[in-house]
Every structure is written in structure tokens, then in C-alpha cells.
């Protein structure tokens, strides 16, 4: 089983950064999977960014170019490089590995 624990959420004005990460431990080999989602009121939730099985990334329209994905092998680690945020961008975000999810952080852009 795996478990995941995110941080680095937090409140930010619109055009301001933040970095989330992911600490993945279990029984764990390759991270290549691993990826961020986000929840919003009222909405689905939906796939923020994510690092597919072959070790490339993938990225929602909404955040191309503002966000990015990386990794830490050896940390079992991923984070999220968000940049730019627009007050649409509040939600939850969720770490995401086969078929465990995290906790969740909030992430608020507001002024």
C-alpha cells in the first residue's frame, strides 16, 4: 500500500507562486505515475499535472506554462511548481499514485 502526504498549500495574491509537494512511501519502485489533481467547490476533480508511466509529463491546458511537475527519485518525492496563479486556480490539490491519493492541501488565490 501506498501513502502520500502532500504540502505547501497555502493563501497567495493572484500572480504569486507556490510549490506544493508529495512524499510517496510504501512499497514503492518507480514514481513514473505520479501526479497532481485539484478539487474545487462545486466542481469534479480534475488532473492538474502528472508524470506518466514512461516518465513524461503531461499538463491540463488551464495550467501549460505556469506549472510545473518535477521529481525526486531517490526522496520517492514529487512537487508542483505553480507560478503566475489566478484566483481560478483556487482548490484542493490532491497527490495521486496508482490508486492512493492523498490528503489534500488547500491552495487560495485571493488578494
Wanted: overall charge positive.
Amino acid at each position: 500500500q501506498v501513502q502520500l502526504v502532500e504540502s505547501g498549500g497555502g493563501l497567495v495574491q493572484p500572480g504569486g507562486s507556490l510549490r506544493l509537494s508529495c512524499a510517496a512511501s510504501g512499497s514503492i519502485g518507480s514514481i513514473n505515475g505520479m501526479g497532481w489533481y485539484r478539487q474545487a467547490p462545486g466542481n469534479q476533480r480534475e488532473l492538474v499535472a502528472r508524470i506518466t508511466n514512461v516518465g513524461s509529463t503531461v499538463y491540463a491546458d488551464s495550467v501549460k506554462g505556469r506549472f510545473t511537475i518535477s521529481r525526486d527519485n531517490a526522496k520517492k518525492m514529487i512537487y508542483l511548481q505553480m507560478n503566475s496563479l489566478k484566483p481560478e486556480d483556487t482548490a484542493v490539490y490532491y497527490c495521486t499514485f496508482r490508486s492512493s491519493w492523498g490528503q489534500g492541501t488547500q491552495v487560495t488565490v485571493s488578494s
